[in-house]
Nanobody
């Protein structure tokens, strides 16, 4: 059973930075898609950034200039560097991976890490 565990959240002032980490219990290379999503109070979960295959990277509109997604296959880790944080970035951030298994797509989610940005 694959597990994803996020860390690195916390309280930061507007304009500050945080780096979130996602540790995979097995090889992170097995994920065809691995990504970060977030959910703010009262809002639906929204996609933030993703890595497809080995190296194709996509960001949600407006975030690519402040957020950087990366992964380290040797360490089975994925990261989200968040710069110039804004109060509207406050949310629980989730690591999400998709694996193709036996003709189906299996989704794995971490438990989330809270990011709070104060104004």
């Amino acid at each position: 059973q694959v597990q994803l565990v996020e860390s690195g959240g916390g309280l930061v002032q507007a304009g500050g930075s945080l780096r979130l980490s996602c540790a995979a219990s097995g090889s992170i290379s097995r994920f065809g898609v691995i990504e970060w999503s977030r959910q703010a109070p009262g809002n639906e979960r929204e996609w933030v950034a993703q890595i497809i295959g080995g190296d194709a990277i996509n960001y949600a509109d407006g975030l690519g200039g402040r957020f950087v997604i990366s992964k380290d296959n040797a360490k089975n880790m994925m990261y989200l560097q968040m710069n110039n944080l804004k109060p509207e970035d406050t949310a629980v951030y989730y690591c999400h991976g998709v694996v193709a298994e036996n003709g189906n797509y299996k989704h794995y989610w971490g438990q989330g890490t809270q990011v709070t940005v104060s104004s």
